[in-house]
């Protein structure tokens, strides 16, 4: 007795062998298009430090809240201050570079003010430890790691620590602030309402990959690195913020993250201070006019913090 396949059963052995092929070959692609749009890149070592601007600082050494990484930052100290403020720069930037050098300029002048200041290098940028963009749904815990340093080994006062954040610093101190009572105070520059349009454009547009790869990579972000990339949705938390004194910041000239998600996010915190720097582009407001954008801030956590630092003699 003789076996015999059934006729056309080759047929569908090769289909199932060539769609399998096509699959692999598929998520191949999603998986190395994922990989390589998530690594940050490193600006370190430029030598500036805020030495250099007038001020006093310290390296220090911290964890990330969720104890996944080692981060390097700067403190900025003043000596029996309730108040600080955690700086945080934008993608591929450092604490270093952001605001085109000026974030260091930024925090002595804060420092002057009267705040501790902590200028953090989130995971994978600048001098810390290896990580990739999770588009602030992990660097948050950058910036807890941040808070915590300044409350328990600074002694500033829970509620009384504020977060400046720009782009990617911006979208984690917003989620960093829902989950974290202890920051009492946001300004956010140039921050996304939502990412997930950001990196169609991106990678669609800028990067030439076509669209249907996009499940894909979201599928590959998912597996590799333990994030849906559609939830890095800053406008679908920012009223959790209510009613804490937050700043949005965005320029009009910002072809990057255009100034509708600023607008996304003004609609969702009503509440919320908003400034519209004319012919600044993406990151570029402060640059526009360093001193204007200075006295913006310090005004800005003073009135938020006004308390507390009526309290004590400024530096």
């Known amino acids: 007795m003789s076996l015999r396949r059934p006729p056309g059963a080759h047929r569908w052995t090769w289909f199932i062998v060539v769609l399998l092929l096509v699959v692999a070959a598929y998520l191949v692609v999603a998986d190395v298009a994922a990989t390589r749009f998530t690594v ?133 101190a917003i989620l960093a602030a829902a989950v974290d009572g202890r920051i009492g105070a946001v300004w956010s520059d140039s921050s996304y309402a939502e990412v997930y349009p950001i990196v169609v454009q991106t990678v669609t547009f800028a990067g030439g990959l076509p669209a249907f790869f996009l499940p894909g990579m979201r599928l590959m972000y998912r597996l590799r690195f333990g994030f849906d990339l559609v939830g890095a949705r800053p406008a679908a938390t920012v009223a959790d913020l209510e009613p804490m004194p937050l700043m949005i910041v965005h320029g009009d000239a910002d072809r990057l993250v255009p100034i509708a998600h600023a607008r996304v996010l003004a609609e969702a915190a009503p509440w919320a201070d908003t400034w519209t720097v004319a012919g600044a582009e993406h990151n570029e407001a402060y640059e526009t006019d360093p001193g204007l954008y200075t006295l913006h801030v310090v005004e800005f956590f003073d009135l938020a913090f006004r308390t507390a630092l009526a309290e004590r003699p400024r530096g």
């Open 40 to 172: 940050p890149a490193r600006h370190v070592d430029t030598g500036r430090t805020p030495a250099d601007a007038g001020g006093t600082y310290e390296e220090i050494a911290l964890r990330s809240a969720d104890d996944a990484v080692d981060l390097a930052a700067w403190l900025l100290p003043v000596d029996g201050s309730g108040v600080g403020l955690v700086l945080v720069h934008g993608i591929d930037a450092s604490r270093e570079v952001a605001f085109g050098g000026g974030m260091v300029d930024l925090a002595v002048a804060l420092q002057a003010a009267g705040y501790q200041v902590v200028m953090v290098d989130l995971r994978g940028h600048g001098a810390s430890g290896e990580g990739h963009y999770a588009f602030g749904l992990k660097e948050r815990y950058d910036v807890i790691a941040a808070v915590d340093y300044l409350v328990r080994e600074r002694g500033v006062r829970p509620g009384h620590v504020g977060a400046l954040g720009v782009s990617l610093g911006a979208a984690a």
